[in-house]
């Protein structure tokens, strides 16, 4: 059974349309876009389920941060996809000073491996 999901432009987040009308993705392509949607939701931020999203607050926008504690917390997030069966490698760099969190991942997924880089930062 194939997935659709409505396609969201990579730089604003917003819906993706073409001729006036939305557009679609699926397979590998709709689980990449699952994943950087997961990785950029916050704990507590959807009202129906508080307990869905990354808890940034409690483990990643810290003082003293613990890199491998951070991978975990991430890896975790993208496990969680539908259509990820496993979390191939994961690097996580913090820019401290323009606060920005730098995730590189490949996962292995229904449809192949995908390999991403998402740019988290809340800075400048």
């Known amino acids: 059974m194939a997935y659709y999901d409505i396609a969201l432009s990579n730089k604003t987040h917003d819906i993706t349309i073409k001729n006036n009308d939305f557009m679609l993705i699926s397979n590998a392509e709709r689980v990449a876009q699952q994943i950087k949607i997961a990785l950029l939701e916050w704990q507590g931020e959807w009202f129906l389920d508080s307990r869905d999203g990354v808890p940034y607050l409690e483990y990643i926008l810290i003082k003293n941060y613990n890199l491998y504690h951070i991978r975990s917390v ?6 969680g996809v539908d259509g990820v069966n496993s979390v191939e490698s994961l690097t996580a760099s913090v820019d401290n000073q323009n606060r920005i ?3 590189t991942y490949t996962a292995d997924t229904d449809y192949g491996l995908v390999t991403n880089k998402e740019v988290l930062g809340y800075g400048n």
Not at 74 to 79: D, M, R
């Open 101 to 103: 969190l730098t995730v």
């Open 74 to 79: 991430l890896i975790s997030a993208i496990a």
